[in-house]
């Protein structure tokens, strides 16, 4: 039982309830960082780390931290997590610290991860909370790196630095500049309604024909 | 019984609050703490390391260097230069003698700021070498300022005599002109207009060729004199 | 690079808050369906800016300089305390304001594009009157871009969208045109 529980929290986060496409939360990050993918896996690394700790902490102590200061405590911890991810990155990969800037002190303000807090980590047991911030932090994976994959093949020819195509290819440069952000996830979002929605009519399909056969 | 099941749990009082906001801020304190010392030599070591290879590439043929500063009145050589104080780097060879020195310059480009280090040599007068630390300008167009090999290599031996110039590509003839990008007028110009400043910045607090600041060696101490 | 108007215009423009560096995209699309409260919120996000960048500018000269680790919790506190007095502020001064802007007053707190502007000036190490130029444009900035997509949206409420685009899809490839379209601002300063 427990055990189904945990798998159910942990697999929710990537795909029914994925952070970027479903919830639509944490995209400040999600757009600045994609511009390759070797940048949006490093964000969704140091982002998982982040929110893995600090639901670890937030739901070890969720007793003991009163209502009143929850979101300053959640915030603090949050935080620290935060600088500690900052320092160890500007120490071991200063090159890719470098392109990711000033966005790995901004995962503080991702609404992903207070939200996860707030919403999950401070009402369920440690073990529950820690599947479910794998789960989440594993969806906006996922989501940076199908963005960050999409705008390098496009924009600059190739993955992981690895050219795809011949000397004739003419990048789509805007992909990895500003705009192509925005249009990129614009289009998956697109693609995410659309599936849902043939599921819906799919579903009401079904339940119209046993209506319709019983 | 029942009512009082029922009774709303006690507020807790404000020190406990406190105490816990205090708590928590502790141990994030020294959390924080912790890590920045432990990873403060790593990262100190990465960007020192960092400034000698962009130095040592714009200088052809230098192996040490120092950083220089300007105070009372000169040119003197300093461990460890002050926050913002306009700094450049002086690069020696291998014997210790004097080669020319690493300027750092910046300021804006087409899009963003752009930062760059440059070689000069003031016996010849010269431009020797051209590295593009910062840059966001545009993808494809203005980035060539550091991936076109054959934009930076005009700055190999470029002379400052009145100042540099850039002019449209293909018409460059004179010692001091140097080709711009087709399509990045704007970004070439700028990394152009930065050397020319960052050069009439320093150019009157420069010594005369022969009489720059020797190496100091490790004590500090600077070596045998001119 | 001490050239204010270069900071202002680039701020406001060339690099755009939201659509150059996709900060403060939750108010961005959470928001931008009403033009009066996009503004509103506008106004008061710049005023929150603008108080940031002079307790940055304080904290990093006096305080941060001992402690540079400290800085992102610093630099936190300020802008939920700030949030808070705005809150408290608007609250006495107007309260048919304060009813108005409802839930969107805390949600400051967490606009990334608050922290972004403290981050930012301090890495190019801007100096007082810098970083609250840095901050007006900013500001101004994000008010412009809030105000253009709700606009927009306010204008598509009356056009037929196909079930499929509508909401934040459309609304992001609004954006993705708009942030095209600043593009063109790029070398509106150059001085060549």
Known sequence: MKKNESYEELVKGIWRDNPVFVQVLGMCPMLAV?????????????????????????????????????????????????????????????????????????????????????????????RLAVMDALGMAGGFLLALFSLGAVREILGDGALFGVRLFSENFEPWIVMILPPGGFLTLGVILLFFNWFRYKKDEFLADVAEAERGGS | MIADARKPPAAPSSLRLVMTLAIAGLVSGVAIIGIYETTLPTITANKARELREAVFKVL???????????????????????????????????????????????????????????????GDKQVVGMEILESRETPGLG????????????????????????????TGSQANQVDAITGATISSKAVVRIINETHAAWIEQLPAPGTEPPLADATGNAGTGQ | MDNLPWIFISALLVNNFVLTYFLGLCPFLGVSNSLETSARLGLATTFVMLVTAVCAWVLNTYVLVHAPYLRLICFIVV??????????????????????????????????????????????????????????????????ALVLLAGLREESELSNIPKLIQGTAMNLIIAGILSMAFMGFAGLFSTS
Do not use: W
Request: charged content about 15%; some cysteine.
């Open chain 1, 34 to 126: 994609t511009n390759s993918a070797v940048n949006a896996i490093a964000m969704g690394m140091a982002t998982l780390f982040v929110l893995v700790g600090s639901s670890f902490l937030v739901s070890t102590f969720r007793n003991v931290i009163p209502k009143q200061v929850r979101i300053s405590c959640f915030i603090i911890i949050i935080a620290t997590f935060v600088t500690i991810a900052d320092y160890t990155l500007l120490a071991l990969v200063p090159k890719v610290h470098k392109e990711l800037g000033a966005f790995i002190p901004l995962i503080v303000a991702n609404c992903l991860i207070l939200g996860r807090q707030e919403a999950f980590a401070s009402r369920y047991p440690t």
């Open chain 2, 143 to 170: 980035d060539k300022i550091y991936k076109d090999a054959a934009f930076v290599a005009e700055f190999s031996a470029l002379s400052v005599e009145p100042e540099i110039v850039a002019v449209k590509k293909g």
């Open chain 2, 60 to 122: 052809p043929g230098v192996t040490r260097m120092q950083a220089l500063v300007y105070r009372d009145g000169r040119i003197m050589a300093v461990p460890e230069p002050q926050k913002d104080e306009p700094v450049v780097y002086g690069g020696y060879d291998e014997q210790g003698d004097f080669v020319g020195y690493a300027m750092p310059g910046a300021g804006p480009g087409f899009q963003d700021t752009i930062a760059l280090l440059y070689g000069y040599l003031p």
């Open chain 3, 79 to 144: 802008i939920a305390s700030t949030v808070q007095f705005i809150e408290m502020l608007i609250k006495k001064l107007s309260p048919a304001l304060f009813r108005a802007m409802g839930i969107f007053l805390p949600l400051i707190t967490t606009n990334c594009a608050i922290l972004g502007l403290a981050i930012f000036a301090t890495n190019r190490g801007y100096g007082f009157v810098e970083g609250i130029v840095y901050a007006l444009g900013a500001g101004i900035g994000f008010t412009l």
